[in-house]
T-cell receptor, first 117, second 108 residues
Framework: GAVVSQHPSWVICKSGTSVKIECRSL??????MFWYRQFPKQSLMLMAT?????????EQGVEKDKFLINHASLTLSTLTVTSAHPEDSSFYIC?????????????FGPGTRLTVT | DAKTTQPNSMESNEEEPVHLPCNHS???????IHWYRQLPSQGPEYVIH???SNVNNRMASLAIAEDRKSSTLILHRATLRDAAVYYC?????????FGTGTRLKVLA
């Protein structure tokens, strides 16, 4: 159990266009999901916390108007990269949280490779 | 900033045990210790977690220091498929902050 999917797995878009990435928890409900970005040879950088039914919380330095997050249901969060530019090319990873008492477990999606040309 | 410190890289021979250390000197009493690993172009994969006692599962063992300021992930017999970046994360909430991790190279 605890499977998280992402769609698409990779996408190429032209500069100035917008791209939407979906993150789904397949076999559990997640009130909280997270979005990370990872550049080559670097660690995961937390971008934002996505809460079902409320506005996302963005980490310092992440532009909320550029990276739109919507958590429409307990199993789906979407990240839209608006007006994408080549510097937005990266590996985007989502995770979904399941809690058990005081233990918070994150389950990660397989990632989405975004290339902006 | 990440709350854990790990060596940047380690090497191991295939079929030999590997001990991956992690320092987390500022860990709080209710923070769990989580280990994930990431293969190239994939999302992180759960390995093991613990709170105070040592833990074993089919993938690895986790040895936690008595003062909880450090822990060690133990792969009992490294295989080529274990080559990955291993991340140690301490968290008492749903939020994880990733450090730089340890890149494990397994030599055939």
């Amino acid at each position: 159990g605890a499977v998280v999917s992402q769609h698409p797995s990779w996408v190429i878009c032209k500069s100035g266009t917008s791209v939407k990435i979906e993150c789904r928890s397949l076999d559990f409900q997640a009130t909280t999901m997270f979005w990370y970005r990872q550049f080559p040879k670097q660690s995961l950088m937390l971008m934002a916390t996505s809460n079902e039914g409320s506005k996302a919380t963005y980490e310092q330095g992440v532009e909320k108007d550029k990276f739109l997050i919507n958590h429409a249901s307990l199993t789906l969060s979407t990240l839209t990269v608006t007006s994408a530019h080549p510097e937005d090319s990266s590996f985007y990873i989502c995770s979904a949280t399941r809690t058990s008492g005081i233990l918070y477990e994150q389950y990660f999606g397989p990632g989405t490779r975004l290339t902006v040309t | 900033d990440a709350k854990t410190t790990q060596p940047n890289s380690m090497e191991s021979n295939e079929e030999e045990p590997v001990h991956l250390p992690c320092n987390h000197s500022t860990i709080s009493g209710t923070d769990y210790i989580h280990w994930y690993r990431q293969l190239p172009s994939q999302g992180p994969e759960y390995v093991i977690h613990g709170l105070t006692s040592n833990v074993n599962n089919r993938m690895a063992s986790l040895a936690i220091a008595e003062d909880r300021k450090s822990s060690t992930l133990i792969l009992h017999r490294a295989t080529l498929r274990d080559a990955a970046v291993y991340y140690c994360i301490t968290s008492g909430t749903y939020k994880y902050i990733f450090g730089t991790g340890t890149r494990l190279k397994v030599l055939a």
